[in-house]
C-alpha cells in the first residue's frame, strides 16, 4: 500500500486544478504546469482536496500511486510558492555574473569565460560576494515552478565546475555541501 499515494492534497485558494480525462492541469498566481497522468492512475477534485486512486493492485500501479501524486504536489507548490536552489561559486578569482538576458557568466579558472543560458522558466540570480573563512563565496540562486527544471539547472551549473576533492576550496557547489578534503600523495622516503 503506498502510504504517500494516499495523501490528500490541499489546494490553497490561489491554485486552479483542471482534470480532464487524465491531464491535469495546474494554474496559480507564478505560472500554469500540466502533466498526463499514467494509465491506471486517477485524480479526484473535491472541496479543494485532490486524491489520487489507482485502479488495481498490480505492482506497476503501486509504483506509479506515490509518484503521481508526489509530482501533483509539486506542481501545485511551484505554482502558488516556486522552488529555489542556491549554489556557491568558491574559490579566489572565480566570478559569477548574470547579463540582460539571464544568461549566467562564469569566470571558474578556465581561459575562458563560461556562458550558461537557462531553459525557459528559470530564472538566474547573483547575491553579493561574502568572505567565509577566508575563501570568497558567490552565491547563485535558481528559481522556477517546475522542481525537476530547478534541479536539472542547479546539477548542470555544478557540472561546469565541481568541487575538487584535493583542493576543497575551489568549484561550485550546493549551498550546505561538505567537500571531503583528501590528502594529496605522500613522498616516498
Known sequence: MSRIGLKP?????????????????????????NWVLPEGIDATLEDKVLTVQRSSELKQYKALHGLARSLIANM?????????????????????????????ILDVGYSHSVTYTPPEGITLS???????????????????????????????????????????????RYDGERVRDKEGKAAVG
Open 76 to 104: 501545485v507548490t511551484g505554482v502558488s510558492d516556486g522552488f529555489e536552489k542556491k549554489l556557491r561559486v568558491v574559490g579566489t578569482g572565480y566570478r559569477a555574473e548574470v547579463n540582460r538576458e539571464n544568461n549566467l
Open 126 to 172: 547573483v547575491e553579493d560576494t561574502e568572505s567565509i573563512d577566508g575563501q570568497t563565496h558567490t552565491p547563485i540562486v535558481v528559481s522556477g515552478i517546475d522542481k525537476q527544471l530547478v534541479g536539472q539547472v542547479a546539477a548542470s551549473i555544478r557540472q561546469i565546475r565541481k568541487p575538487d576533492s584535493y583542493k576543497p576550496c575551489k568549484g561550485i
Open 9 to 33: 492534497i490541499p489546494v490553497p485558494d490561489k491554485v486552479q486544478i483542471a482534470l480532464n480525462e487524465g491531464d491535469v492541469q495546474v494554474e496559480g498566481p507564478k505560472g500554469s504546469l
